[in-house]
C-alpha cells in the first residue's frame, strides 16, 4: 500500500487538493458523507489531490465515483479554501501522531503536511443509490445527519457550512431535487426537500402551485400507498423541462 500511495502522489498536484460535500437526503432530512481516518476517531469530508493530467472537475467526478459508487454525480464548485492554517479543531501535530500510530512514522513525510489549498465542491446524490466506500487512508465511510456532525478535520466543518449556504442559494434560483429524491415522489416529499435545504415551512397549496407552475413535474396516475395523508398521487421530472428551467433559472420566492 505505501508503494502504491507514494506512486500516487509522484503524479498529483501536491500544493491544490479538493474536498467534496455530499449531500443526501433520507427520512425528511439532509445527510452528508464522511470518512474516520484509519487509527482515529476522527472524521473529514471526501476528497484527494489533482493528478498532473487531469481537470479538478475530472478530478472531483473520479473521487465522487470511488466513494460513492456513483458516475455523473451532480457537482458545483463553490469556494477556495486557501488558509494559511486550516486546522480548525485538530492540531497538525496531533493528526500526525495518530497517523503516524497507524501507517509509521515517516510515512507522511512530504505528502499530506505540507500548505495545501484546497477547492471546495459540493454533490448532489439519491442516497438509496450510494455505496459509502472508504478510501487508502480511512477505515469508515457513512452517512451523518446535519445536525449530528463532528468537530472535523482540516478546516471542513466551515466547508460544510459554505456548501449549504451554497446549496440554498442555488435552490433559490434553480429548480431542484432531480439528483436527491427518487424517481418517483410525492408532493409532500419534494416539500419538506425543500424545507429542510432552506430551513422555513412553506404552505401546502402555494408550494404546490409554485412548483407545478414551472411545468417540470409530471402527476402520476399512481399513488403512495400506506402513506399517512390520505395516499398521495407520485410524481416525478420531466427531464428535459427541468434541465431548460435549471439553464434558464427560476425565482422560488414564497
Known amino acids: 500500500m505505501e508503494h502504491n500511495l507514494k506512486e500516487f502522489f509522484d503524479k498529483a ?5 479538493l474536498d467534496c460535500t455530499v449531500f443526501g437526503f433520507h427520512e425528511g432530512e439532509l445527510k452528508v458523507l464522511l470518512l474516520r481516518w484509519k487509527g482515529t476517531d476522527e472524521w473529514s469530508l471526501p476528497g484527494g489531490h489533482i493528478l498532473l493530467d487531469e481537470s479538478a472537475d475530472d478530478a472531483a467526478n473520479r ?7 456513483l458516475n455523473d454525480v451532480y457537482l458545483q464548485q463553490f469556494h477556495t479554501f486557501g488558509n ?25 513525510d512530504g505528502i499530506i503536511f505540507r500548505r495545501v489549498v484546497s477547492i471546495g465542491y459540493y454533490a448532489l446524490v439519491e442516497f438509496a443509490q ?10 469508515e465511510c457513512r452517512w451523518w445527519s446535519l445536525a449530528e ?7 471542513h466543518n466551515e466547508m460544510i457550512e459554505r456548501a449549504l449556504k451554497a446549496l440554498r ?25 425543500y424545507e429542510t435545504i432552506l430551513d422555513r415551512q ?13 411545468d417540470i413535474l409530471e402527476r402520476l396516475d399512481e399513488k403512495r400507498v400506506g402513506a399517512a395523508n390520505k395516499s398521495p398521487y407520485l410524481y416525478r421530472f420531466v427531464k428535459e423541462k427541468y434541465d431548460q428551467a435549471g439553464a434558464a433559472g427560476i425565482s422560488f420566492s414564497m
Open 13 to 17: 498536484l501536491k500544493e491544490v487538493s
Open 63 to 69: 473521487i465522487l465515483t470511488q466513494r460513492t459508487g
Open 84 to 108: 494559511v492554517n486550516r486546522y480548525t479543531y485538530h492540531p497538525e501535530k496531533e493528526l500526525l501522531e495518530k497517523l503516524e500510530a497507524t501507517f509509521g512514522k515517516g510515512f507522511f
Open 130 to 139: 450510494v455505496q459509502p466506500t472508504p478510501d487508502w487512508f480511512t477505515d
Open 149 to 155: 456532525v463532528p468537530n472535523l478535520l482540516f478546516d
Open 169 to 193: 442559494q442555488h435552490a433559490r434560483n434553480h429548480p431542484i431535487g432531480y439528483n436527491l429524491l427518487p424517481e418517483k415522489f410525492t408532493m409532500p416529499e419534494l416539500q419538506r426537500l
Open 202 to 214: 412553506f404552505d401546502r397549496r402555494n408550494f404546490q402551485k409554485l412548483l407545478m407552475s414551472y
